[in-house]
């Protein structure tokens, strides 16, 4: 089944901002693998490697908002788009504002978790 419109706390761009988000991810994932190639041709202390934090939270955050269709930064700000990218609307309603927002959160710690588990593991 595909989303086509606005559900507060479930779906809130539609296919050319998916498209951004994946796209960051890709760009995001690729900073995090050139960061941990660098950090490892250079002979720098391992715990530098956690830097790789970062760009791989960044690229989580891309993947997991194109999978869910959500954006967080959206959610925050109270707007939806599911046409022409730049193109937003804005939601009245406080109630699906607050379940954007909580999904919104949980997209931004889910992302942060996994770019703590790989910076760990580029240390390890």
Do not use: H
Not at 32 to 50: D, E, F, H, K
């Amino acid at each position: 089944m595909t989303q086509i419109e606005y559900v507060a706390g479930v779906c809130n761009i539609g296919p050319a901002e998916i498209a951004r988000r994946r796209n960051f991810g890709w760009a995001a994932f690729a900073v995090a693998v050139i960061l941990l190639a660098a950090l490892l041709w250079s002979g720098v202390n391992p715990w530098w490697r956690l830097l790789v934090f970062f760009p791989a939270t960044a690229a989580a955050s891309g993947f997991l908002q194109a999978y869910f269709k959500f954006c967080s930064g959206f959610a925050r700000k109270g707007i939806f788009n599911f046409g022409s990218l730049g193109q937003t609307n804005t939601i009245a309603d406080e109630a699906s504002k607050s379940k954007d927002k909580k999904k919104g959160n949980q997209i931004t710690l889910y992302a942060a978790i996994i770019g703590a588990v790989v910076a760990i593991a580029c240390v390890l």
